[in-house]
């Protein structure tokens, strides 16, 4: 390390007047430019498999209600999005509620797992159960049982999203260093002073893991759902949408949708991504940032 990066000591004497300061990177549309390179390489991937995509269906000739072109398939997500938005608002409300959901009960579930190791003998299994079993397999029975399509769509993405968040926050919870437990015994903290002071925290990585992986599924739950239950008029979700072109033709439509849900969930997978950034980088292995 030169000596330019380096802030001269003082003579207060405290280890933060003589941490070295590192020279700030430069930054490009206020994003450093380091991150470039991994922003625009998928893109200019993106741009040559779309590019070959498009040359493909024009050499071929391929009729658009076989195999649509992307331009084809723009054109229509923009004829279309009057109808499309409606359908994408409403699987979007229905994965977002099934991932709160989730979020609630799996997290209430693992404390109360590592709180009591026999009602987790009792109970877990029964939560793999439930994960093991195909979603398109039980919705008509859910869907019978309960009456309501809406509520009985919200359980069907439930049940894809919410064995993450449990998995992976029980094993959050018990990964606390054993050395910490032991000292806040020896201190005489309570068990709930325990996990709020030293799992919980230490489970946080775990958690945003998982809350990572089920909001995808918690998409893919309520797409599902959608298939099997079926609905028409205005109420209706991506899903339904993509029946109903398949029905019609209407194959670029069905692409349109199949683009939106495709947005969707790297929409989710950013934001989940970057939320789990802005809690740990300031002090997670995982995302701190090193020097080279």
Partial sequence: MSEATLAPATARGTDQDTAPVFAEEARILGIPKSR????????????????????????????????????????????????LSVALGITLRITFAALIAAVTVGGALAILFTQSKWLERSLFPYAVILQVTPVVAIAPLIIILVGDVNLSLLICAWIVAFFPILSNTI??????????????????????QTMRYLRLPASLPYFLGGLKISGGLALIGAVVAEFVAGSGGSASGLAYRILESSYQLKIPRMF????????????????????????????????????S
């Fill in 36 to 83: 470039w390179p991994g922003i625009l390489s998928p893109i200019v991937v993106g741009i040559i498999m779309l590019g070959a995509w498009e040359w493909v269906v024009w050499y071929k000739q391929i009729p658009s209600y076989l195999f649509p072109g992307p331009l084809v398939i723009f054109q229509t997500l923009l004829t279309d999005w009057d109808t």
């Fill in 171 to 192: 094993l959050g919870l018990n990964s606390a260093d054993h050395n910490l437990v032991a000292l806040f015994q020896l201190y005489g903290a309570s068990r709930w």
């Fill in 256 to 291: 349109a949708a199949l683009l939106l849900i495709s947005l969707s969930g790297i929409a989710i997978f950013l934001a989940t991504s970057w939320l789990s950034h802005r809690l740990l980088h300031r002090w997670h292995e995982s995302a701190l940032k090193r020097e």
